[in-house]
């Protein structure tokens, strides 16, 4: 069963990568204490052979309840990967049957999954043969259209699916277009467990006036930079310019005990547009922050703003 932990109606930070890793998942955390967070989408294999990709999965415990995000096509892999992990204190695992990217699918993972009814629920039942942990998934509308997702879940949930995040639109629009809520709504009439609608939510407010039938929402790409995103629009407004800054500063100096100064500098860039942006001379302010190279010179711009 799924932890009672989870408030109601479900609110939570989508696995991105390169976005949701400690540092970001802790600021995200320290602004909202119920939401759920999951780690940066990674490769199974990476886990089981490479100490680098292990080290994205590190986690405190304050940002709890956490869910490690996971890939592959190998069943026994999944079940060797998630028997490995469970006792690190993680909520639980969720499976990527969504990522559109071109290399993932040529190789047979994430989205690609849609198409392999089989295979998919293989590796769920893998995965919950390996740990008594909650296994979840993240997926899609469909390939090209919505009309096998009710079969296709409940086939996961036969598998041992406890939970699903669907976002709102197929494999072959990719990111373009307008998210579809509608067959998620159907989705959710056909089954009993959870089911989580994500795609082009711009905040609570937007989230929870999409709610409908559903079990929660999920926001991905307007949370970078904008930890903020789970507050009510009333509150947001609220927010100062300095409020912002400082909150960036705490970002990144919490990402600076994971990375050294130069990587810290060059990843925390895809970050300042969230942070600053509505906000004059946002554009010359960003331009600075881009250019400099140390700590100190960071904090001494970003602070000069306010």
Same mark, same amino acid.
């Given at each position: 069963?799924?932890?009672? +932990?989870? !408030?109601?109606?479900? $609110?939570? &930070? ?11 998942? #802790? ?15 990674? /490769? ?7 100490? #680098? ?15 490690? #995000? ?14 490995? @992990?469970?006792?690190?204190?993680? !909520? ?8 559109? =990217?071109?290399? %993932? ?22 995965? *919950?043969?390996?740990?008594? @942990?909650?296994?979840?998934?993240? +997926?899609?509308?469909?390939? =090209?259209?919505?009309? #096998? ?11 041992? !699916? ?7 639109? !197929? ?7 307008? $998210? ?6 159907? &989705? ?9 609608? /994500? ?13 409908? /039938? ?30 912002? %800054? ?25 970050? &300042? ?8 001379? $946002?554009?010359?302010?960003?331009? &600075? @922050?881009?250019?400099? +190279? ?7 711009? $970003?602070?000069?703003? *306010?």
């Amino acid at each position: 069963m799924l932890p009672g +932990t989870f !408030t109601s109606p479900i $609110a939570a &930070l989508a696995p991105m990568d390169g976005y949701t890793d400690p540092a970001y998942r #802790q600021i995200v955390r320290q602004l909202n204490p119920d939401v759920v967070l999951y780690s940066e989408f990674t /490769n199974i294999h990476g886990i089981e052979h490479s100490e #680098q990709v292990r080290k994205r999965l590190v986690f405190d415990v304050s940002e709890l309840p956490y869910f490690i #995000q996971i890939f592959g096509n190998d069943p026994a892999g999944f079940g060797k990967t998630v028997e490995s @992990l469970q006792d690190t204190g993680v !909520t639980g695992f969720d499976i990527n049957m969504g990522c559109p =990217s071109k290399k %993932i699918v040529k190789a047979n993972t994430g989205g690609s999954l849609m198409k392999d009814r089989d295979l998919a629920c293989r590796i769920v039942e893998a995965c *919950c043969k390996a740990t008594r @942990l909650p296994i979840t998934v993240k +997926t899609r509308l469909g390939w =090209s259209d919505a009309e #096998q997702l009710i079969d296709f879940v409940k086939a996961l949930i036969d598998a041992g !699916t406890q939970m699903v995040s669907i976002h709102g639109r !197929t494999y072959r629009q990719k990111y373009k277009g307008e $998210a579809n809520w509608e067959p998620i709504y159907e &989705l959710k009439r056909a089954v009993a467990i959870p089911v989580i609608g /994500n795609g082009d939510i711009k905040g609570r407010d937007d989230g929870l006036s999409r709610l409908r /039938n559903l079990d929660g929402y999920m926001i991905g790409r307007n949370a970078i930079g904008n930890p903020w995103v789970f507050w009510s629009d009333e509150k947001r407004a609220e927010i100062t310019l300095k409020d912002k %800054i400082e909150k960036m500063l705490a970002h990144f100096q919490l990402l600076r005990r994971y990375k050294d100064e130069h990587i810290a500098l060059i990843e925390f860039r895809k970050h &300042l547009s969230g942070y600053i942006n509505g906000f004059n001379g $946002a554009k010359s302010l960003r331009a &600075l @922050l881009m250019k400099s +190279t140390t700590d100190k010179e960071f904090t001494q711009v $970003a602070r000069s703003s *306010c």
